[in-house]
């Protein structure tokens, strides 16, 4: 490289998350339309419980084969009502997962291209300890209202408020994942275009090395 020339932006490991119905999951497709490698913890751990998946046998011993369908999959419904009725059941089941979505993310984001920015959509990375904080240059949390998580979960998924607020009763609270945060996207009364617009702002800081 020649005196003078500029140096190339350097590659950025950024944590994304945000609370149910926040708008994470379009700003991180808007982000890998951007040209960001995505690491989706969400589908690593979907692939982990699904039939035959890598989990299901340590799922089986710690909370019996009635937690497992027909087809070899992890039962979802009546796994979600046993981690409501029981934190220690949840405390369980993610020592049995949080290890096995980390290895396989590690591996997910080396097939980064060298010069690509690699983002891990971590849905409840406040509530996962320091280890994805340890391991990522940035964070960035979108952000609403509760109403406004609801009233999206409601129309999107057809759940009923109560089961809604359930779900956000379990999660960290905004104030938590904002204190965490490097980059802030409030995702209220936003157009997708406006959001996009927002995302892109944010893309051109991180290649200007902000």
Known sequence: ????????????????????????????????????????????????????????????????????????????????????????????????????????????????LPDQHVVYDVPLLAESGPHWRQRVDRILVVDAEPETQIARVMVRSGWPREAVEKVLAKQASREVRRALADHIILNEGLTLQQLRHEVEKLWRLWNNGG
């Open 1 to 112: 490289m020649s005196a003078g020339a500029p140096s190339a932006p350097r590659r950025l490991t950024v944590g994304l998350t945000g609370g149910i119905g926040s708008g994470k999951s379009t700003v991180s497709q808007m982000l890998t339309e951007l040209g960001a490698h995505l690491v989706d913890t969400d589908a690593i751990s979907r692939s982990l419980t699904a039939p035959q998946g890598a989990a299901i046998p340590k799922i089986a011993q710690h909370f019996g084969d009635h937690l497992i369908t027909p087809d070899g999959a992890m039962d979802r419904a009546r796994m979600r009502e046993l981690a409501f009725a029981d934190p220690m059941a949840l405390a369980r089941l993610e020592a049995i997962l949080h290890p096995m979505i980390q290895q396989h993310a590690a591996a997910h984001a080396n097939l980064a």
